[in-house]
């Protein structure tokens, strides 16, 4: 379980406190899964450049994006009947949970999507994604893409 982290404190400090006290606990799957995070806050940084800082945005895509290779991890795993190494991914995917925002429940994501279809003033599928991007900006990590995009086509069509 990851500590409670103070409400000012950032997503960056909060992973790499988090990675402290991970590495005292020897508690070698929440290290590893930050290592990686530290490692990809490095590379955005170094992406953006000196005069730039990374940004929680930055950092909540980059948990984001980890998140999703590991779920594609344990979808090809188990389809190989690798379920020890599914297991491991499945591990390491908790730890990345806790540190993306509380997700939208099913009737919080279908008033944001006729929210936004309202926004848009959308009437077809091929206002779809301008529909999707209003909400995945207005719930920044919040909302899974695939549940959203089903939800507005089935509204859409």
Partial sequence: MVPEAPIAMSLKKRIESDFVAAYKAKDAVRLAVLRHMKTAISTRQAELGRDKEVTEDDVLALVARQ???????????????????????????????????????????????????AACAATSVKDMGRVMQTVMNDYKGRVDGKKLSELVRARLA
């Avoid at 590991?70 to 949970?97: C, W």
């Avoid at 009737?107 to 936004?116: F, I, L």
């Fill in 67 to 117: 998140l999703k290779q590991r779920q594609d991890s344990v979808d090809q795993y188990a389809k190989a009947g690798r379920q020890d190494l599914a297991d491991v991914e499945a591990a390491e995917m908790e730890v990345l949970r806790a540190y993306m925002p509380a997700q939208l429940g099913e009737e919080e994501t279908v008033a944001a999507v006729e929210a936004a279809i």
